[in-house]
């Protein structure tokens, strides 16, 4: 991919691949760094959500970092939503459900929940949003990144709304709008 | 089934099956009704759970009617736990996550959690547990067991410790301990 022009970039159990030339914080990927590139980014599981999704009508990507421009999409949109949470590991984790949460919680006098799992989300996020990232510093992915020393990338990922920008997927690309 | 001397019970999307002797109200299933009895059951979602589970070492069925034996039944157990929720029409709910909490909770100092689902649960339950039943009247599954009025049964199952018994797998027949 570099041969190609692309800024390549990943990372495999949190932790940057060999060769690549950026990881997973977002501090690298900030202002003139990346402006006007293209990147090839693999993770552990983000990538594999997105792919997994492709049979959508539309795919968004969301996080607190961008929550009210996520919102503001949906809810103008007229179709289903189903919030896809990456996890760690392929495994469930909190941060994922309490942005699941969010999104219910922003949404909820216009959605009809289709099970309980949003519900579960939308109390999650609520008993935690006060001090999102004390709430989370006893779950098992926080103490994991805490061991890799990315707790700063956390907190960062935890502030609402730090862009204003909706990544949408168009092909094999993430285009921001 | 009946020609082999069974009680055919069983529900199908919350409603008793036509030709079957028994529903799924737990008040069907009380006393004399069933003692000594051998009871072909089929549910919409509990029965699959069991059948999928079968690769277990062990398969135990639990419900806040019989938290503590579960609880210590898994005390003594060195195996990994799996809390299996059977959910409603394959979908999540909240009554089922409960449960699953209130075990983690139960077990909070002699388990260490896989991901972060356990602690979704743990935190849901201590949320719920002084008034489950409040809690869950705003739950999808709850509201559709309300259009079938049977809110008795629900409030019921969420009482702890009716029973001190413990249900068993061995082979297809679930063993009362």
């Known amino acids: 991919m570099k041969d190609k022009g692309f800024i390549t970039s990943g990372e495999r159990n949190g932790e940057k691949v060999t060769g690549f030339d ?13 402006k006007n590139q293209k990147i090839a980014f693999t993770t552990t599981n983000g990538t594999q959500a997105i ?3 492709k ?20 809810l103008m949109s007229e179709s289903n939503i189903l919030v896809v949470c990456a996890g760690w590991k392929g495994k469930v984790n909190l941060e994922d459900t309490l942005f699941a949460g969010a999104i219910v919680e922003n949404l909820r006098n216009h959605i009809e929940p289709d099970c309980d799992a949003p519900l579960a989300a939308q109390h999650l996020y609520n008993l935690a949003k006060n001090d999102m990232v004390k709430f989370l510093s006893n779950s098992s992915h926080v103490k994991r990144l805490n061991r890799l020393n990315i707790h700063k990338d956390i907190e960062f990922c935890l502030t609402p709304d730090q862009y204003p920008i909706l990544p949408i997927l168009s092909g094999d690309i993430l285009v921001a709008r």
Do not use: C, H, W
Not at 22 to 34: A, L
């Open 55 to 74: 049979g959508a009508k539309k795919v968004i990507i969301g996080s607190f970092l961008n929550v009210t421009a996520v919102t503001r999409y949906l």
């Open 51 to 53: 792919e997994k999704s």
């Open 22 to 34: 950026k990881g997973n914080s977002p501090f690298e990927y900030m202002g003139d760094q990346v």
